[in-house]
């Protein structure tokens, strides 16, 4: 089983780049981020024509994510738990079924930025309730993995220039917290343990040619619960996909499982 994530930022911008790329790497499952949709304007028929099952938790013009499969979803959810007031669309998540169920939970994590301030606030906060749900995925003792553009860059070593982030919000000491008591949990960072050395980047910016200068940054990852850590065989990052026409200044990045 092959599941991906990938920030698209924009399903109506980069349709013909997600659709090339879907052709090319056949994923199973895709979680998509920044759909920047509301459900009913999601191109559905399209990217159901190529085999897949369309569920999406939309929101106009900002955040939204999705789920696309080629296998059977059941007991799908929407909205992180733990504060009903929140409007922001930052949540999926589904049972995937094939020889066996894998419940997959895509994320997209609050930037956080301007820092300190609301937004910051708002970050701290939902990576709060996104340990609590954690904790409740554990509890069931099922496979499941945690994927998306987190807003994180864990340590150092994944960013090129960690010192242009020290006061960012995807770098300062309480994100960084925050994700170590999540992956202290008992998760598995699933591209550090196929790939421990630094240089690997999910994210260059449009701006100051950071892509043809390689100044990137890695806060795309795939989280994996014990169970589900036992099932990895490979995790890539498709970076290749940055440098080609119309892309998104994320690329996916894969996990694929003995499921």
């Known amino acids: 089983m092959k599941i991906a994530s990938f920030n698209i930022n924009g399903i109506k911008a980069r349709i013909a780049a997600l659709s090339d790329w879907l052709k ?3 994923p199973d499952v895709v979680l998509l981020q920044e759909i920047k949709s509301v459900d009913e304007n999601f191109p559905r028929a399209h990217f159901e024509d190529m085999g897949y099952a369309v569920e999406t938790h939309g929101q106009k013009s900002f955040n939204g ?14 909205g992180l738990p733990g504060d009903d007031a929140d409007e922001q669309a930052r949540w999926i998540e589904a049972t ?12 997209y994590l609050p930037n956080g930025n301007p820092a300190p301030g609301p937004k910051y606030d708002y ?3 939902w990576m709060d309730r996104l340990h ?5 995925l554990l509890k069931s003792e099922e496979p499941f993995l945690m994927a998306g553009d987190y807003n994180v860059i864990p340590q150092d070593e994944d960013a090129a220039r960690p010192e242009a982030w020290e006061k960012d919000a995807l770098a300062l000491p309480d994100s960084r917290a925050a994700w170590r008591r999540l992956v202290n949990l008992g998760l598995t960072d699933a591209f550090r343990v196929m790939e421990p050395g630094a240089g690997h980047y999910t ?5 100051a040619g950071a892509w043809n200068r ?3 940054i890695r806060i795309d990852h795939v989280l994996l619960g014990p169970q589900c850590a036992d099932l990895l065989l490979e995790c890539q990052i498709d970076r290749e996909v940055r440098g080609r026409e119309k892309p998104s200044d994320h690329v ?3 996990v694929r499982l003995d499921a």
């Open 132 to 136: 609590r749900r954690a904790q409740d």
């Open 24 to 26: 090319e790497a056949e």
């Open 214 to 216: 390689d100044d990137g």
């Open 252 to 254: 996916p990045v894969w």
């Open 96 to 107: 995937v079924v094939d020889r066996r169920a894998v419940r997959v939970c895509g994320l």
């Open 123 to 125: 970050k701290l906060a």
């Open 65 to 78: 994510v999705a789920i696309l499969s080629k296998l059977p979803l059941e007991d799908v959810t929407r």
């Open 203 to 207: 994210f260059w910016d449009y701006q």
